[in-house]
């Protein structure tokens, strides 16, 4: 082969190598080297570093890693093909998510990924990918999507930020111990359920913000831990606003369909009506002011969560928040009416005090209401998709069939 020839071919060689290299690296002390893109690196701020690879963000401390090295110029070239995009864009989005991907710029590509269904939530492309995580539940979940339908139930996203994968503390392995010994199926001895419970209340309020924090959909535990995790909030029973959202956030976003439903029965069991109202206004913010669906993923993960209650209040709490959706949108001043106020005044003379009568002439106007704004095509429609009746944005009629439920 010609000089020339093999060494064009090692320039090619060498450039594809250039092309195709990851992001970034993190080599760590044991000598693992991670690829994929830095999301946090602040040594003065934070003690860990985390890195985005293809599904996960792992973080580790600082004291664990040898060397960082980062792809600045790739970054620079995400950003120029980013800022070139002009508008709703979606198949340029696209296209940048699939560049983003090649680079192994994962966090980038996330963001593209949403920006492209933000801005077409129909295109099919994007569909197939946002639904289908490495492992879809039914081969035909992927075609769904892309045709517009909602994911199984067992399906999971893809599309926006992956939870980080954190070990453990010590204090949080002890209390999952504790908790995962209070399940049914763990054991048959009610002894050692009574001493875990024990260890559980004497520590009640480290416990009952540790569960609270563990039950976070974002935390990255395994289903048996979570459902362990709820198995000590129903003995612990702690009280207060967070543990509503995140028992609400549980219920209707959790990745594993057995918590959900557990998460449901558990909110039930506490009638906690803050996790409850949480997920009817997450429901209704499924819908647009218009009553179209506005979020079908949100649409079908809340509607079932709540469907899940199996709570007759539900239908109640929709049909409340269309009754305070009424809104005055313009007033106008109108017929304005002339109105005479008698008065007096006294002038003091020398010997003698005069009485003048007064007599004041006013206008007061009418306040006229022309026009009312409504907003009640969302709850309404969420209405409609829950309870399978269709009265349109007829309170009274649905009111009329409400107390007929009862």
Known sequence: MPTSVRFALLFILWASALTLRAADHLTLTSGLDIEGQIICD????????????????????????????????GRADYAKQRDAIKGKNAQAHFELYQWSRSKHFFDYANQELSLTLKCDPNHAQARQIAFAPAKLS?????????????????????????????????????IIAYCTTLLQAATNDDTVRKNALAALTNDRVKASETLVALIDPARDTDEQTRLAVLAGIDALKPNGIEVSMRLAQAAIADRYAPVRTQTQKLIKSRNDEYAMNAMVNAYVSAFGESGSVRDPLLKAAAGAALKGLEEKRIGGALFYR?????????????????????????????????????????????????????????????????????????????????????
């Open 42 to 73: 602040s040594p003065t701020n934070n003690p860990l570093v985390a890195i985005a690879i293809d599904g996960k963000v792992l973080a580790f401390n600082r004291s664990e890693i040898s060397s960082i090295t980062q792809d600045d110029d």
């Open 138 to 174: 039914k081969p035909s979940a992927a075609k769904d999507a892309a045709n517009g339908a909602p994911p199984a139930e067992n399906d999971t996203l893809v599309i926006g930020l992956r939870p980080t994968v954190r070990l453990q503390t010590a204090y949080e392995e002890k």
């Open 322 to 406: 269309a009754t305070c959706e009424v809104r005055t949108a313009v007033s106008e001043l109108n017929n304005l009416a002339t109105r005479q106020i008698d008065s007096f005044t006294v002038n003091q003379g020398a010997n003698v005090a005069v009485v003048v009568p007064l007599s004041f002439p006013i206008q007061f106007p009418e306040l006229a209401i022309t026009s009312v704004k409504t907003t009640v095509c969302a709850p309404c429609s969420a209405l409609s998709d829950f309870t399978g009746q269709n009265f349109g944005n007829d309170l009274d009629a649905w009111a009329k069939w409400l107390r007929m439920q009862k």
